[in-house]
Nanobody, 114 residues
Framework: QVQLVESGGGLVQAGGSLRLSCAAS????????MAWYRQAPGKQREQVAS???????NYAYSVKGRFSISRDNAKNTVYLQMNSLKPEDTAVYLC????????WGQGTQVTVSS
């Protein structure tokens, strides 16, 4: 079992920045991929960024060049640095971990005002 707890969401003006954190606990040794997803009202959940234990990263086209995912394996924490935020980035951001099973955090709200 893995538990994921996100933090760092909030309200920010367009053009601003936020950094999300996701702390993992439990069977963290079994985590391979960690990722951030987001879900806006009325829209499907989409993957924003992902990172493997070895440090490979992948980004959605809509955030490439603005968002950066990083991972501290010693702290079992993954971060999402979000810069140049746009109103369309407004969503609940959820942390995800893959161990062979799927684990999700409870989500943190990010609201970008125009």
């Amino acid at each position: 079992q893995v538990q994921l707890v996100e933090s760092g969401g909030g309200l920010v003006q367009a053009g601003g920045s936020l950094r999300l954190s996701c702390a993992a606990s439990g069977d963290t040794f079994s985590i391979s991929t960690m990722a951030w997803y987001r879900q806006a009202p009325g829209k499907q959940r989409e993957q924003v960024a992902s990172t493997t234990r070895g440090g490979s990263t992948n980004y959605a086209y809509s955030v490439k060049g603005r968002f950066s995912i990083s991972r501290d394996n010693a702290k079992n924490t993954v971060y999402l640095q979000m810069n140049s935020l746009k109103p369309e980035d407004t969503a609940v951001y959820l942390c995800y971990a893959w161990t062979g099973s799927n684990y999700w955090g409870q989500g943190t709200q990010v609201t970008v005002s125009s």
